[in-house]
């Protein structure tokens, strides 16, 4: 039997490795913030409006949503990720956003008004690179909103313009005697939507209209740098190869280390992220 779309990430997205992300979110909402201001800025989210946050992880932007529809409006996390969504209904009960709510299911597959209104917008921050079927997940997620509503998401661009995802793994790479085999560039993955085109088309394919695609560079950051460098050695690539590999974990996290000092300012470590954002309507 075929397995359900999604399933590598499911797996990955609820396994061990996850408890990384919840315990960093906090430092991670912080450094990304200026980033999701982009797609908030093409949102533009309004009183009363009813709101999906796709991919929302630990949920810091579905309560920020939460907070700018405000009483009348609403905000819904969707994540296939059982600890994130943990953490997301913490967090919106110690922010007091009772119109915050979060539902763990597929964006791909899931009626995600659950029945409901459809959404008068969708947000996402980093959230819709992972599926399998991008064009069936995008045109489920149509299906839920009302017509003419907003679509804005971010998501990276190249591996290369993006140190900020890629530069402590490759400064690392050395130091690990099996190297990782080279991966499908627009597989499920951080980077699957870093071809503009790639993007423009899935979501044409999907029945959007109004694609609009730009760059938006900035330095992200700002942590001392050994929480710079414990973060750095926690998520992404590296760490996964630093669990396979952990007999080399000192000689990687010296190279690490030097390549972070090179990005060491007075206000902390800051390196460069390049990001598409994106919006649409439906
Ligand atoms: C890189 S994280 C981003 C999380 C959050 N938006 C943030 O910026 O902190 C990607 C998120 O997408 C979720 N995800 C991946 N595939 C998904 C799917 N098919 N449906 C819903 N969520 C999915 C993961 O569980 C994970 O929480």
């Not at 405000?70 to 296939?80: F, K």
């Not at 990720?81 to 979060?102: H, I, K, Q, T, Y």
């Not at 009626?111 to 819709?128: E, H, I, K, Q, T």
């Not at 050395?174 to 951080?190: I, Q, R, W």
Request: with cysteine; glycine share 8%.
């Amino acid at each position: 039997m075929d397995k359900a779309p999604n399933a590598a990430q499911a797996e990955f997205w609820n396994a061990g490795a996850v408890c990384s992300w919840v315990d960093l979110h906090a430092d991670l909402d912080r450094q990304f913030a200026p980033l999701s201001d982009q797609a908030l800025a093409a949102l533009r989210p309004a009183p009363g409006q009813r709101l999906l946050d796709v991919g929302c992880g630990c949920g810091a932007n579905t309560v920020e949503l939460a907070g700018r529809v405000g009483p009348q409006g609403a905000a819904v996390g969707v994540d296939i990720s059982a600890p994130m969504l943990a953490r997301a209904r913490e967090l919106a009960g110690e922010r007091g956003a009772v119109n915050a709510s979060f539902v763990e299911a597929d964006a791909q597959i899931a009626d995600l008004s659950a029945g409901g209104a459809p959404f008068d917008g969708v947000f996402s921050r980093f959230g819709v690179m992972f599926f399998d079927d991008p064009v069936a997940a995008f045109a489920n997620i149509r299906r839920h909103m009302r017509k003419g509503a907003t679509l804005a998401f971010i998501c990276w661009r190249r591996p290369d313009e993006n140190p900020v995802m890629l530069a402590p793994y490759r400064a690392a790479l050395d130091a690990f005697p099996v190297k990782p085999p080279k991966t499908d560039p627009l597989a499920p993955g951080p980077f699957a939507f870093a071809d503009a085109r790639r993007i423009d088309s899935i979501l044409g394919e999907a029945g959007f209209s109004a694609i609009d695609i730009r760059p938006h560079d900035q330095k992200v950051g700002g942590l001392p740098f050994e929480k710079a460098l414990a973060q750095a050695l926690r998520i992404g690539p590296l760490a996964g190869l630093l669990r396979e590999q952990p007999e080399v974990a000192d000689a990687a996290r010296q190279r690490v280390a030097e390549a972070l000092r090179r990005h060491e300012t007075p206000d902390g470590v800051w390196l460069d992220a390049a990001v598409w954002v994106v919006s649409a309507r439906a």
